[in-house]
């Protein structure tokens, strides 16, 4: 069973905000028959366009594959955050992999922020980027945790873009009951992710990059004489392979489905709050809280409260979006109780058991990056532009984060959903007990 036609019409976006926000591309051609290619690049999102942009740039021909349209995944549903470092803090990573490769990974996840930010530039896509992430905490005792965090960075890593917030100073930024202090990173950023993904299809097909949508790959080979990705209706001989499906790999890689998993994830839009959008964010910034069931959201450039919370493990979405994420929503603003909402949604992401991203050579010609764990506006289209220089000699960023660890997880891919639920639950108990 497959996650790309089971909560979503094929060839369709779905019925977001975003969507409603975005100017769609000309429906690119389905592929039939055979043809051959330098790099064929499985998946049209962030972490497909960027590798697809990147290889074209250098003269590379590729060929993007897409069961759906660009964007359509997690690529363009998501909370649009931008963050600093790697989706796990760094004194984790010196615990897991030592100083030296922490460091890199924190060099590497800051180059992950500046190239989402060049691309932006370069490319001149309008998708309202700002700059300015909060982290806040649900108890006392993580605000000190954070703020400490803050020092170390400061300490260790000369990042100095971080302001402590207090209760009074949090309360001035988020005026919610629920939450008593955090962090705002002034280099860290929001942004309109589905304009975002399609500034990036734009940028690849203006670069030579042949795309091909609502083209469904059944599976690849690779032998000596190349890389043969089939589909439903052709195939594509390539030198190269890149697998960027996330979430959404289904049963295409056995080995990448046992060590990352899709879970869903909901977002709604108000109705534009007007004056009322001070008592939600006095600041154009986004907010994460310290939930392990994180509620995230931000205000839209016109007025409406983008509030993301809630999951599910199966493979269907709820039957009432609107309700399942506005239980949270009324928990961390009071007030909006009586709110319309306009739009509701989900979509499917990939997480790793260390919630760190999987890179990988799954064979001597075929390389994989998945498993961003909520963290793959900057980190997706980095492994991009990683793979793409590993395809062109060097592999020195890629070979760095496929260093990480990538624990496979418990009971294979049949178990794994209920462990997963059963672990759920109780850590969102604990959210609602606040302990």
Not at 12 to 25: I, K, R, V
Not at 156 to 170: E, N, R, T, V
Not at 268 to 279: F, I, M
Not at 320 to 331: C, G, L, N, S
């Given at each position: ?52 942009l990147h290889l074209a740039k250098t003269g590379r021909s590729v060929v993007l594959l897409d069961a759906q349209r660009i964007g359509f995944g997690a690529s363009g549903r998501n909370g649009g955050q931008l963050g600093s ?90 005026p919610s009951p629920a939450y008593h202090g955090g962090i705002l990173d002034h280099s860290a950023g929001h942004l309109h992710p589905l304009r975002y993904a399609l500034g990036l299809g734009q940028a690849c097909l203006d ?24 589909t439903e209706h052709g195939s594509v001989k390539a030198d190269q392979t890149i697998l960027a499906c996330n979430g959404y790999m289904g049963e295409l890689s056995p080995k990448v489905a046992g060590r990352v998993m899709p ?173």
């Open positions: 069973m497959t996650l790309l036609f089971q909560n979503d019409l094929r060839g369709a976006y779905p019925n977001s905000w975003y969507a409603a926000t975005a100017q769609e591309l000309p429906v690119q051609p389905t592929l039939r028959g055979q043809i051959k290619t330098d790099v064929a690049i499985v998946g049209a999102g962030y972490t497909g366009l960027s590798a697809a470092g790697q989706r796990q803090d760094q004194e984790y990573l010196i615990k897991l992999v030592g100083q030296d490769t922490a460091s890199h990974l924190w060099d590497l996840a800051e180059d992950a922020k500046s190239l989402v930010k060049s691309l932006i530039r370069d490319h001149k896509i309008d998708c309202y980027y700002q700059d300015g992430v909060a982290d806040v905490t649900v108890r006392a005792r993580e605000t000190r945790e954070y703020h400490a965090y803050a020092d170390f960075l400061a300490e260790h890593y000369g990042y100095d873009k971080i302001q402590k917030l207090d209760p009074d100073a949090l309360q001035e930024i988020c670069a030579g990059v042949s795309v091909y949508e609502n083209t469904l790959v059944t599976g690849y080979q690779d032998d000596a004489n190349g890389v043969t990705v089939t879970i869903n994830n909901f977002i709604v839009a108000t109705e534009p709050l007007g004056d009322d959008a001070k008592r939600v964010l006095t600041k154009d910034i986004a907010i994460a809280d310290s939930n392990f069931v994180i509620n995230y959201y931000r205000l839209s450039h016109d007025g409406r409260l983008l509030f993301g919370g809630g999951e599910n493990y199966g493979y269907k979405f709820p039957r009432d979006i609107a309700k399942t994420v506005r239980k949270p929503m009324e928990k961390i603003y009071p007030h909006l109780k009586d709110i319309r909402i306009d739009y509701a949604w989900g979509g499917t992401l990939g997480i790793t058991m260390r919630r760190m991203p999987y890179l990988t050579k799954l064979a001597p010609r075929v390389l994989n990056a998945s498993g961003y764990s909520g963290h793959g506006v900057g980190t997706a289209t980095h492994a991009g532009q990683l793979m793409a220089q590993a395809i062109n000699g060097d592999a020195s960023g890629f070979d760095v984060m496929s260093r990480v660890p990538a624990t496979p997880f418990p009971g294979g891919t049949r178990a794994r959903t209920p462990l997963l639920v059963l672990a759920m639950t109780w850590f969102a108990l604990r959210d609602r007990l606040g302990v």
